[in-house]
C-alpha cells in the first residue's frame, strides 16, 4: 500500500470538490465570489447587516473610508469582512473602489521612501485609516493621512492592502 500516493489522491479529490463548487458557484446568477477585493464604506454612519437585507438585524454602523474586503456578491449586497474579521452585509452602493487601509500595529511609522533608512514624515496610531495611493510593493505601501502628510509605511503594520 502506498500512502503517499493515497494522500496524494484525497488532496486532489478536495481540491477537485473546491474547484467544483467555486465553478458552482460563479455559474448561479444569485450569487458571485467577489474574488477578495478590497473596498471602502462611502458614506459615514453606514450600516452593517447580518443578512442581505433592509429588513435584517443591524451590526454595527460603520465609518466613512473603512476599508472592508469584499467576500460575496448578492444582488445588490456585498458581505464583507473588516479587520478585525467579523463579517457583515452592506448595501453594494456603499462601497467605493477609492483604497484606504486601517492601522492594525500599536503604532505605525511613515517613511519618506520605502525603506526604513529614509526620513520618517509622521506616526500613526493603532485604528487610524490612510489612504492608500499606490499598491503595495515588496511590503511597503505609499499613504496619505487625513491632514494630508504623505509616506510609505510597512504592509505589515496596516489591513486593506
Same mark, same amino acid.
Given at each position: 500500500?502506498?500512502?503517499?500516493?493515497?494522500?496524494?489522491?484525497?488532496?486532489?479529490?478536495?481540491?477537485?470538490?473546491?474547484?467544483? &463548487?467555486l465553478?458552482?458557484?460563479?455559474?448561479?446568477?444569485?450569487?458571485?465570489?467577489?474574488?477578495?477585493?478590497?473596498? *471602502?464604506?462611502?458614506?459615514?454612519?453606514?450600516?452593517?447587516? +447580518?443578512?442581505?437585507? &433592509?429588513?435584517?438585524?443591524?451590526?454595527?454602523?460603520?465609518?466613512?473610508?473603512?476599508?472592508?474586503?469584499?467576500?460575496?456578491?448578492?444582488?445588490?449586497?456585498?458581505?464583507?469582512? +473588516?479587520?478585525?474579521? *467579523? &463579517?457583515?452585509?452592506?448595501?453594494?452602493?456603499?462601497?467605493?473602489?477609492?483604497?484606504?487601509?486601517?492601522?492594525?500595529?500599536?503604532?505605525?511609522?511613515?517613511?519618506?521612501?520605502?525603506?526604513?533608512?529614509?526620513?520618517?514624515?509622521?506616526?500613526?496610531?493603532?485604528?487610524?485609516?490612510?489612504?492608500?495611493?499606490?499598491?503595495?510593493?515588496?511590503?511597503?505601501?505609499?499613504?496619505?493621512?487625513? +491632514?494630508?502628510?504623505?509616506g510609505?509605511?510597512?504592509?505589515?503594520?496596516v489591513?486593506?492592502?
Amino acid at each position: 500500500m502506498n500512502y503517499a500516493c493515497d494522500a496524494f489522491a484525497i488532496t486532489l479529490s478536495r481540491h477537485f470538490r473546491a474547484l467544483a &463548487l467555486l465553478i458552482g458557484m460563479m455559474s448561479c446568477p444569485a450569487y458571485a465570489i467577489a474574488a477578495f477585493e478590497f473596498f *471602502s464604506i462611502t458614506d459615514n454612519a453606514t450600516i452593517m447587516y +447580518d443578512a442581505p437585507s &433592509l429588513k435584517a438585524d443591524k451590526l454595527y454602523v460603520a465609518s466613512r473610508n473603512l476599508p472592508v474586503e469584499a467576500v460575496v456578491k448578492v444582488e445588490g449586497w456585498v458581505k464583507v469582512r +473588516d479587520s478585525g474579521g *467579523s &463579517l457583515a452585509w452592506v448595501e453594494e452602493k456603499a462601497l467605493s473602489q477609492k483604497r484606504y487601509v486601517i492601522v492594525t500595529a500599536p503604532q505605525a511609522e511613515a517613511y519618506q521612501g520605502a525603506n526604513t533608512s529614509s526620513a520618517p514624515i509622521f506616526q500613526a496610531q493603532q485604528n487610524v485609516v490612510l489612504e492608500q495611493l499606490e499598491p503595495a510593493v515588496n511590503g511597503w505601501v505609499k499613504v496619505r493621512h487625513r +491632514d494630508g502628510q504623505i509616506g510609505y509605511v510597512r504592509t505589515q503594520q496596516v489591513w486593506g492592502s
